[in-house]
């Protein structure tokens, strides 16, 4: 997948303000630590590293989370279905994960009923073995209530220890119709178990981040005029290893420095090996697979799912789910060998797969194309699996290590092999550790237990939510509009309103969620470099279909004066977010006036 919005794609607009994040880097270019990659992997190691007081820096190419990151199913699970693959490992480590995000993430984590349609008692018994032992799909066989009851009993016992969810529970026919009577009336049986799910995995990223650059400011055992030792950007590149060291291009304006670093982190996903080439020592560790997911306006088939997510096995064996995603539907997903070379997009093929998936479990409901506000598709960062079926390559993973020499020294290159949004703390405390080692420091502290960014404080129950909303809805701010920003930025969300409090704050008019002042605090504190960014990945309002000419035209006028835009880059802006949505996620922005 290739990242729009480069220096090659957009002249370098003179007027532009300069980013303090790129200075910063430039001012001191060395850190001890060098993470490559902006992915919640990434993210998250930087985090970690910072917490412990080490001195690290990240670079993400793109965009915070514009990888595979913010393409994921939007799910904090603890794969159930990675039992037939024989991960127990990997099971347990992510069912006590979902269990500890839903405690210290609980502003985007949240708990998720699951619903297994089955339609056979004893299918695919015979064939379980085979796909236990081969790791080959094989002859698609729908699996039966036998073999589904049997992996729930294992799932719940290794969700027991700290566990936050209840246990499965098995129904028949008729009690499962009367709860959900669209679901395809030659059902045997339904499932229902929890996992969790992540509304706005972007915002999450951003929380980590800013988490991890605090960690790295005065207050952290230093004095208030030592320079942060947490430092990060994004549309910053690691490109190539120069006799002085790696050398960094910020892609909006094609200028390029060296920066070193006692060890280099490798968090690219699936680009590993693509940046490992560039730093000059080719790899083969990657065989990525293609997800796609579309979201549907679609008010019949979200009644239908009754606030559950789907969650089944289509007639080619494929997991599959439907879930709702506020007032929108989910659909998804592929597990298609990538192809590098080009972007991942949802095609025309995809489409018509989710709708014959659709029309499996709720076949009186009609799905047409008119009713996808929002599509798209990520290269999931698996390891390269060869003859191994897409669905059985594990998503557990691996940490490699290759020693380069740097600028005249020996520089551990550790790069990461595979992982899963689930599992991202564990993860990243594990690569922390091994950095650790690497540099011979010991760790200070856990993130196991430390709330993130706008999850600390948070209400515990909804009623608590409302009195916070309540509380915190004054002035030109009313229950609405604090509403939408506590969704976004969870307790965070009131030094938002101090900042809009502060200032002159302008209401859009193309929509009630945005106004000139959060831009600006956007631009401040969340690292803008492009108004697509706040399209996709600031808010969610691409995602639920709600970008317009209107909004377009707002949004870049708010993000000039702060970023320095001239006229012609605002134009620019607006063409390069329409062709991203047009081309990368199958939205044509449509003007409100008529």
């Given at each position: 997948?290739?990242?729009?919005?480069?220096?090659a794609q957009?002249a370098n607009?003179?007027?532009?303000?300069?980013r303090?994040?790129v200075e910063?880097?430039?001012g001191?270019?060395?850190?001890?630590?060098?993470?490559?990659?902006?992915g919640?992997?990434?993210?998250?190691?930087?985090?970690?590293?910072?917490?412990q007081?080490?001195?690290?820096?990240l670079?993400?190419?793109?965009?915070?989370?514009?990888?595979?990151?913010g393409?994921?199913?939007?799910m904090i699970?603890g794969?159930?279905?990675?039992?037939?693959?024989?991960?127990?490992?990997?099971v347990?480590?992510?069912?006590?994960?979902r269990?500890?995000?839903?405690?210290?993430?609980?502003?985007?984590v949240?708990?998720?009923?699951t619903?297994?349609?089955?339609?056979s008692?004893?299918?695919g018994?015979?064939?379980?073995?085979?796909?236990?032992?081969?790791?080959?799909?094989?002859?698609?066989?729908?699996?039966?209530?036998?073999?589904i009851?049997?992996?729930?009993t294992?799932?719940?016992?290794?969700?027991?220890?700290?566990?936050?969810?209840?246990?499965?529970?098995?129904?028949?026919?008729?009690r499962?119709l009367?709860?959900?009577?669209?679901?395809?009336?030659?059902?045997?049986?339904?499932?229902?178990?929890?996992?969790?799910?992540v509304?706005?995995?972007?915002?999450?990223t951003?929380?980590?981040?800013?988490?991890?650059?605090?960690?790295?400011?005065?207050?952290?055992?230093?004095?208030?005029?030592?320079?942060?030792?947490?430092?990060?950007?994004?549309?910053?590149?690691?490109?190539?290893?120069?006799?002085?060291?790696?050398?960094?291009?910020?892609?909006?304006?094609?200028?390029a420095?060296?920066?070193?670093?006692?060890?280099?982190?490798?968090t690219?996903?699936?680009?590993?090996?693509?940046?490992?080439?560039?730093?000059?020592?080719a790899?083969?560790?990657?065989?990525?697979?293609?997800?796609?997911?579309i979201?549907?306006?679609?008010p019949?088939?979200?009644?239908?799912?009754?606030?559950r997510?789907?969650?089944?096995?289509?007639?080619?064996g494929?997991?599959?789910?439907?879930?709702?995603?506020?007032?929108?539907?989910?659909?998804?997903?592929?597990?298609?060998?990538?192809?590098?070379?080009?972007?991942?997009?949802?095609?025309?093929?995809?489409?018509?797969?989710?709708?014959?998936?659709?029309g499996?479990?709720?076949?009186?409901?009609s799905?047409?194309r008119?009713?996808?506000?929002?599509?798209?598709?990520?290269?999931?960062?698996l390891?390269?699996?060869?003859?191994?079926?897409?669905?059985?390559?594990?998503?557990d993973?691996?940490i490699?290590?290759?020693?380069?020499?740097?600028?005249?020294?020996?520089?551990?290159?550790?790069?990461?092999?595979g992982?899963?949004w689930?599992?991202?703390?564990?993860?990243?405390?594990?690569?922390?550790n091994?950095?650790?080692?690497?540099?011979?420091?010991?760790?200070?502290?856990?993130?196991?237990?430390?709330?993130?960014?706008?999850?600390?404080?948070?209400?515990?129950?909804?009623?608590?939510?409302?009195?916070?909303?309540a509380?915190?809805?004054?002035?030109?701010?009313?229950a609405?509009?604090?509403?939408?920003?506590?969704?976004?930025?969870?307790?965070?969300?009131?030094?938002?309103?101090?900042?809009?409090?502060a200032?002159?704050?302008?209401?859009?008019?193309?929509?009630?969620?945005?106004?000139?002042?959060?831009?600006e605090f956007?631009?401040?504190?969340?690292?803008?470099?492009?108004l697509?960014?706040?399209?996709?990945r600031?808010?969610?309002?691409?995602?639920?279909?709600?970008v317009?000419?209107?909004?377009?035209?707002?949004?870049?006028?708010a993000?000039a004066?702060?970023?320095?835009?001239?006229?012609?880059?605002?134009?620019?802006?607006?063409?390069?977010?329409?062709d991203?949505?047009?081309?990368?996620?199958?939205?044509?922005?449509?003007?409100?006036i008529?």
């Amino acid at each position: 997948m290739r990242f729009p919005g480069t220096a090659a794609q957009n002249a370098n607009d003179a007027g532009a303000a300069p980013r303090p994040h790129v200075e910063a880097l430039r001012g001191r270019p060395h850190a001890q630590v060098l993470v490559i990659g902006g992915g919640i992997n990434g993210v998250g190691t930087f985090r970690d590293l910072a917490l412990q007081g080490i001195d690290v820096a990240l670079v993400e190419r793109g965009d915070y989370c514009q990888g595979a990151s913010g393409a994921s199913s939007h799910m904090i699970h603890g794969g159930i279905r990675y039992l037939e693959n024989g991960e127990f490992r990997l099971v347990r480590e992510s069912v006590v994960e979902r269990n500890r995000l839903l405690k210290i993430a609980p502003h985007y984590v949240k708990p998720l009923q699951t619903t297994i349609p089955i339609f056979s008692t004893f299918s695919g018994i015979l064939a379980a073995p085979m796909r236990f032992l081969t790791h080959r799909q094989g002859k698609p066989r729908e699996r039966g209530a036998f073999l589904i009851k049997a992996g729930l009993t294992m799932y719940d016992f290794f969700s027991r220890d700290g566990g936050s969810v209840p246990r499965h529970q098995f129904k028949g026919r008729a009690r499962a119709l009367a709860e959900l009577p669209a679901l395809h009336p030659g059902i045997k049986y339904a499932a229902s178990y929890y996992d969790a799910s992540v509304h706005n995995p972007e915002r999450l990223t951003l929380d980590v981040l800013q988490d991890g650059e605090k960690a790295g400011q005065a207050g952290a055992g230093r004095t208030a005029d030592e320079t942060s030792r947490a430092r990060a950007t994004n549309y910053l590149a690691a490109t190539a290893i120069t006799g002085q060291g790696v050398q960094l291009t910020d892609q909006l304006t094609g200028e390029a420095f060296t920066f070193t670093a006692d060890v280099i982190v490798n968090t690219t996903g699936a680009w590993v090996d693509d940046t490992n080439a560039a730093l000059g020592s080719a790899t083969a560790f990657m065989g990525g697979t293609k997800g796609s997911h579309i979201v549907l306006d679609h008010p019949e088939l979200l009644a239908a799912c009754g606030g559950r997510e789907i969650f089944f096995e289509h007639t080619d064996g494929r997991i599959v789910l439907i879930y709702p995603m506020g007032d929108r539907v989910l659909v998804g997903t592929t597990d298609i060998d990538a192809d590098m070379s080009q972007d991942a997009v949802c095609t025309d093929s995809e489409i018509d797969y989710f709708f014959e998936l659709i029309g499996h479990v709720f076949p009186a409901i009609s799905v047409t194309r008119n009713e996808i506000v929002y599509s798209f598709s990520g290269v999931r960062p698996l390891p390269r699996h060869d003859e191994t079926a897409p669905g059985f390559v594990s998503r557990d993973y691996r940490i490699e290590r290759a020693d380069r020499a740097v600028a005249g020294a020996t520089v551990p290159v550790l790069s990461l092999v595979g992982g899963k949004w689930t599992t991202f703390r564990a993860l990243s405390e594990h690569l922390a550790n091994d950095v650790l080692a690497a540099l011979g420091a010991e760790r200070k502290t856990s993130t196991s237990k430390l709330a993130i960014g706008g999850g600390a404080g948070f209400p515990a129950t909804d009623a608590a939510v409302e009195s916070w909303i309540a509380a915190h809805a004054r002035g030109p701010v009313d229950a609405a509009r604090a509403g939408v920003l506590f969704t976004r930025y969870g307790t965070r969300a009131g030094l938002v309103l101090d900042y809009l409090a502060a200032g002159d704050d302008d209401a859009f008019e193309s929509t009630h969620e945005l106004s000139r002042r959060e831009v600006e605090f956007m631009v401040e504190h969340e690292q803008i470099g492009h108004l697509v960014d706040v399209m996709i990945r600031r808010t969610s309002l691409a995602f639920r279909g709600l970008v317009t000419a209107e909004l377009l035209a707002e949004t870049a006028n708010a993000l000039a004066g702060p970023l320095g835009w001239s006229k012609a880059r605002c134009q620019d802006e607006i063409h390069h977010a329409e062709d991203v949505l047009s081309r990368l996620h199958g939205v044509q922005v449509q003007s409100l006036i008529a």
